[in-house]
């Protein structure tokens, strides 16, 4: 099979992954009768007579006084549209896009320091491991990476903030930057930095590298912790890919060339064992969505994910239905591409 | 072969199979270890149930807060644990806590393997579109990440324990669903099976006779090597605020409730959570050692 001929495939394939995914959402929302619907989609704050107008221009709109299937491809349509809804909770209230707008870079800056993070921690530790295997430095890293895989995410969050931040003092654990460094900018108004809302690169934009090494103080911790709590499988997992690539044939061979063992470990085998690596990258990306929503809380990091649970808490129908459709089209999308790099890379998938 | 032997000899055979089994359990220290600690968990969790008078426990359901002293103490000979807010005794409140969260996890763990490996084995055994329809349900349950999910059901159920587990079930069962389907699409292929299938034997008998029984033994690793894992996941929840019952005693809740003193009263959120950490390990260590004995590559 040609390689467009796959890729076209995968995306066809996405279609009726999309479709139960937006029923899925659609169905949950409809659990307690059509009302949610509306609850979602009534500015909160509106009242009187122009509650009643809205109410009827709604129900018009979404054909909600017909079947439930004709609802869900009206419902569908306005999703399509970019019309999600509303939310109302302590962090934000307002339209759920405008939302989106604002905590999604954090949650993408967060998670994607996280990746960077736990491929320069784990990539080297899971080789080490298996390179120098049963040696005592194996032994710990096994031991480690164990505890480390049966934490609870919020445990190492703690962990991190007493030793780091209680105990220590070197590092802020609360926020994204100190509220009194940035009270006389411009550019940073109510709590919301402009025009990225990601404070950590808005400052560098703005050239306030005081603001900028404040904000990075800040983001050392979470992201650190969302890295510790998935690094720990790739290890692991690294650890027996490895392994079993160094038992193979053509190590032997390289060996008993005379090869110089770095060159065997670094050249011939290091590139065969990341292999595996790449579907495991769609794994982590569900891994860190998930765990962000953890992180995020314990640090009060304004992302999706503590906007998810802002939602949660609050009883927020726009907010929890809008973040499981978010979360599961970035995790489709992710599962995606890394099937494409995957056919790529590895000719056999595409057969 | 064992067929044609007589009896005396299938059960001799069987017999030194069980032999081998357990010294290959036994062989590994950590397995035993963490079937040591499970067993701990296990009979606190029936303690709690039974009498929990005799460990000193009156209300083996609450929590019993202390206002009059409400911010959380030091570890002392009092309280082992330390206190949490406000005024809980740590100590006897993780006692109780196991109970809960054991009951949970393997109500989880249970509902989730049954229908999902229910489901996994006659979606692989009849095939076809069926087949096809169950593993694009498990796509999408695997399109969203399970905590996400978790909240979105959670939300439209309600806040309370029970749902809280019945959320997780839900989003378990896709996983067994698939693991299942797996081995019995490999079972399938056996010989003794196409044999039962050329003596005529029923479709639904072939499936629960002969393709469940022998697909089981990977579950039972999968479930024993989950169960951390759930335990895990739940107190997460419980930690985020599933929980809306101020006096329930529960490892998630009991962290978040020490986590506004975590700079004056660290040992409030560790305790917790480190029960919870080595209930996984030890669930981890044992599922190890147990596929150490049904995985017959492993065994020589």
């Known amino acids: ?351 | 072969m064992s067929k044609k032997t007589s009896g005396g000899t299938v059960n001799t055979r069987r017999w030194d199979n069980i032999k081998l089994s357990f010294s290959v359990f036994f062989a590994n220290t950590a397995a035993v270890v963490g079937l040591i600690i499970v067993l701990v968990y296990l009979a606190d969790a029936f303690i709690m149930q039974i009498d929990p008078g005799l460990l000193g426990i009156t209300y083996a359901n609450t929590l019993v807060p202390n206002f009059l002293n409400p911010v959380p103490t030091a570890p002392s000979w009092q309280h082992p644990f330390g206190t949490t807010y406000p005024g809980v005794d740590l100590y006897t409140s993780t006692l109780k806590a196991i109970r809960i969260d054991l009951f949970y996890s393997f109500l989880v763990v249970g509902v989730g393997a049954v229908v999902g490996s229910v489901i996994g084995v006659i979606s692989a055994a009849i095939g076809g579109m069926m087949d096809e329809i169950v593993m694009r349900i498990t796509d999408i349950f695997f399109s969203i990440p399970y905590l996400i999910l978790a909240l979105a059901i959670g939300f439209i159920l309600g806040r309370t324990l029970m749902n809280m587990s019945l959320t997780l079930a839900l989003v378990w069962w896709p996983i067994y669903a698939r693991y299942t389907r797996s081995t019995t699409l490999s079972t399938k292929e056996f010989t003794f099976v196409e044999a039962a299938r050329a003596s005529g034997v029923s479709r639904i008998k072939i499936i629960f006779r002969h393709i469940l029984p022998n697909s089981l033994p990977p579950v039972f690793i999968q479930i024993s090597l989950d169960l951390g894992a759930i335990m895990v996941i739940f107190s997460t929840l419980a930690f985020i605020g599933f929980i809306t019952n101020a006096s329930v005693p529960e490892l998630g809740y009991l962290t978040s409730l020490g986590l506004n003193y975590v700079q004056i009263a660290p040992w409030a959120v560790i305790f917790p959570g480190v029960v919870i950490t080595i209930f996984a390990l030890a669930v981890n260590l044992l599922g190890d050692g147990l596929r150490d004995v049904i995985d017959p590559r492993r065994r020589s």
């Not at chain 1, 491991?129 to 505890?147: E, M």
Request: proline share 4%.
């Open chain 1, 1 to 351: 099979m040609n390689i467009w001929a796959y890729i076209i495939r995968r995306l066809l394939l996405l279609i009726p992954t999309l479709l139960g995914l937006t029923l899925l959402v659609f169905i949950l929302s409809h659990f307690s009768g059509n009302n949610i619907l509306l609850a979602t989609y009534l500015n909160p704050r509106l009242t009187g007579t122009a509650r009643q107008l809205l109410v009827q221009k709604l129900t018009a709109e979404f054909h909600l006084n017909q079947p439930i299937y004709v609802q869900y491809f009206y419902w569908l349509l306005q999703v399509l549209e970019g019309n999600w809804g509303f939310t109302n909770t302590p962090v934000f209230s307002g339209q759920v896009t405008a939302a989106i707008e604002l905590f999604l870079p954090n949650t993408v800056v967060l998670t994607v320091a996280a990746a960077i993070l736990i491929w320069i921690i784990g990539v080297p530790l899971g080789i080490y491991s298996a390179v120098s295997r049963d040696s005592a430095a194996d032994h710990i890293l096994r031991v480690g990476s164990f505890t480390l895989y049966a934490m609870p995410i919020y445990l190492i969050g703690i962990a991190l903030i007493i030793v780091l931040g209680v105990y220590f003092k070197v590092l802020p654990f609360s926020g994204v930057v100190s509220p009194t460094l940035v009270s006389s900018f411009s550019w940073y108004i109510n709590g919301i930095s402009y025009p990225t809302h990601v404070i950590l690169i808005d400052a560098l934009i703005h050239g306030a590298w005081g603001v900028a090494f404040d904000a990075f103080l800040h983001f050392i911790l979470p992201a650190l912790t969302l890295a510790l709590a998935i690094v720990a499988s790739i290890i692991r997992i690294l650890r027996s890919s490895m392994l079993e690539v160094l038992d193979q044939d053509y190590i032997r061979l390289a060996r008993s060339k005379g090869l110089p063992e770095r060159t065997v470990n670094n050249i011939h085998a290091q590139k065969n064992a990341l292999l595996p690596m790449i579907t495991l990258f769609g794994l982590t990306v569900a891994g860190l969505l998930g765990g962000a929503v953890v992180v995020e809380t314990i640090f009060s990091y304004p992302g999706i994910g503590y906007w998810t649970t802002q939602a949660f808490l609050n009883s927020d129908v726009g907010g929890i239905m809008a973040s499981t459709l978010l979360f599961g089209l970035i995790l489709v999308a992710a599962n995606l591409v890394v099937d494409v790099i995957y056919a790529f890379i590895d000719p056999r998938i595409r057969y």
